[in-house]
T-cell receptor, first 113, second 113 residues
Framework: GENVEQHPSTLSVQEGDSAVIKCTYS??????FPWYKQELGKRPQLIID?????GEKKDQRIAVTLNKTAKHFSLHITETQPEDSAVYFC????????????FGSGTRLSIRP | DAMVIQNPRYQVTQFGKPVTLSCSQT?????MYWYQQKSSQAPKLLFH???????NEADTPDNFQSRRPNTSFCFLDIRSPGLGDAAMYLC????????????FGPGTRLTVT
């Protein structure tokens, strides 16, 4: 079955700097890669996703890149702000009736003022 | 506007006393999921419904069961809660299985005394 590995487990960056979180997946048939942000005590919320037919997607300060050959994808946050502090989960899935989303283990991002 | 609603938000039960958590959705999504999340860990899928089709994860204990009486509602029954079942329980929905954004409810935090 699919396995998603996520690194690092914790990340601390200075406010205004960039943060990068990396994930690898094992199932080459996976074609949907969402990123969820979970603030303390709150629900996970989708912040960006990418499908396997594109290599990069950007939404304001957040971007995701996908390398299908290497089976890895990354989240990039630029100009980090205090409200970016949260746990971030990458995930992978494929479009099939029996499919489910496989989550990475999460990255706790802290923004230092 | 609440789209995925979970009740109660906090539930305290006694060791071995059955408890039911509820989830409802206004999105008319076909798929409903139940996850267990322990502190700082990724959500762990317990089971999901694709319409009326029930899909149990292989490692979900028999102690956990679910019901989906209609499109809008889904219930998680814990027959005999143990101390290890204390966790946040998240309900989520998606339009289709795999390859679709999941919308999470706010969660029910279960305490077992």
């Amino acid at each position: 079955g699919e396995n998603v590995e996520q690194h690092p487990s914790t990340l601390s960056v200075q406010e205004g700097d960039s943060a990068v979180i990396k994930c690898t997946y094992s199932d080459s048939a996976s074609n949907y890669f969402p990123w969820y942000k979970q603030e303390l005590g709150k629900r996970p919320q989708l912040i960006i996703d990418i499908r396997s037919n594109v290599g990069e997607k950007k939404d304001q300060r957040i971007a995701v890149t996908l390398n299908k050959t290497a089976k890895h994808f990354s989240l990039h946050i630029t100009e980090t702000q205090p409200e970016d502090s949260a746990v971030y989960f990458c995930a992978a899935s494929k479009h099939s009736s029996a499919s489910k989303i496989i989550f990475g283990s999460g990255t706790r991002l802290s923004i230092r003022p | 506007d609440a789209m995925v609603i979970q009740n109660p938000r906090y539930q305290v039960t006694q060791f071995g006393k059955p408890v039911t958590l509820s989830c409802s959705q206004t999105l008319n999504h076909n798929v409903m999921y139940w996850y267990q999340q322990k502190s700082s860990q990724a959500p762990k899928l317990l089971f999901h419904y694709y319409d009326k089709d029930f899909n149990n994860e292989a490692d979900t204990p028999d102690n956990f069961q679910s019901r989906r009486p209609n499109t809008s509602f889904c219930f998680l029954d814990i027959r005999s809660p143990g101390l290890g079942d204390a966790a946040m329980y998240l309900c989520a929905t998606s339009r289709g299985p795999g390859g679709s954004e999941q919308y999470f409810g706010p969660g029910t935090r279960l305490t077992v005394t």
